[in-house]
């Protein structure tokens, strides 16, 4: 179940943000697999209907792999008022605790570590329906759930969470209790050792 989160470390912010924006918050390398285009062109009409809302994106190209952006394309990208990019981030944090709403539209995943720092802080999540995503992200309960490469959906999902701020919060303090039930890096650590335990008991003498 990954390397689980800290919840004592990944909390909610604990002062309620002044501004009326709506941030859509992706984090992960610039690579095409991950869902980043889809995610723009769904934001592309998001925005149409709720104006407020923008697209934070942290996160670097990968030039070794070929489905990576280009310099060209974080041009394009960095000319829509409603998108903004950070590059590298080191400490997640800051920029989760400022964020609305986390989107992660991949083709294939592990379990991935913003999806678990996301519900750690109570964040609501827009995902895709693949195994890693779907051990985070119970359907309707913390998030949604999309089909891959499917910008459409992607857009209903996520215009249903800018459109409702009690849903955003109700699916937040339901991602967190997921996060500390099941995610925690203590429970993490103490079942792999476990699992190492139970080995190291079959090994012969």
């Not at 934001?43 to 149409?48: D, N, Q, S």
């Not at 800051?94 to 989107?103: C, F, G, K, N, Y």
């Amino acid at each position: 179940r990954g390397s689980g989160v800290d919840p004592q470390v990944f909390q909610p912010a604990s002062t309620k943000r002044q501004d009326d924006e709506i941030r859509v918050l992706f984090a992960s390398r610039l690579i095409g697999e991950k869902g980043i285009k889809e995610l723009v062109v769904a934001m592309g009409e998001v925005v149409k209907v709720h104006p407020s809302a923008v697209l934070w994106v942290a996160g670097e190209p990968y030039a070794q792999n070929p489905t990576s952006l280009t310099t060209a394309d974080l041009q394009v990208m960095g000319k829509q008022p409603w998108l903004k990019l950070f590059g590298h981030v080191d400490d997640m944090l800051p920029l989760l605790q400022q964020s609305d709403i986390v989107a992660l539209p991949s083709y294939r995943e592990g379990t991935p570590k913003i999806l678990l720092e996301a519900a750690s802080c109570a964040l609501p999540i827009v995902a895709t329906d693949i195994p890693g995503c779907r051990g985070v992200v119970e359907e309707g309960e913390n998030g949604y759930l999309v089909s891959v490469r499917d910008s459409v959906q992607l857009q209903q999902a996520i215009l249903k969470l800018c459109g409702d701020a009690e849903l955003r919060g109700a699916m937040g303090r339901r991602g967190r209790k997921i996060i500390r039930d099941g995610f925690s890096s203590e429970i993490v650590i103490r079942n792999t050792l476990d699992v190492y335990s139970g080995l190291l008991d079959k090994t012969p003498a």
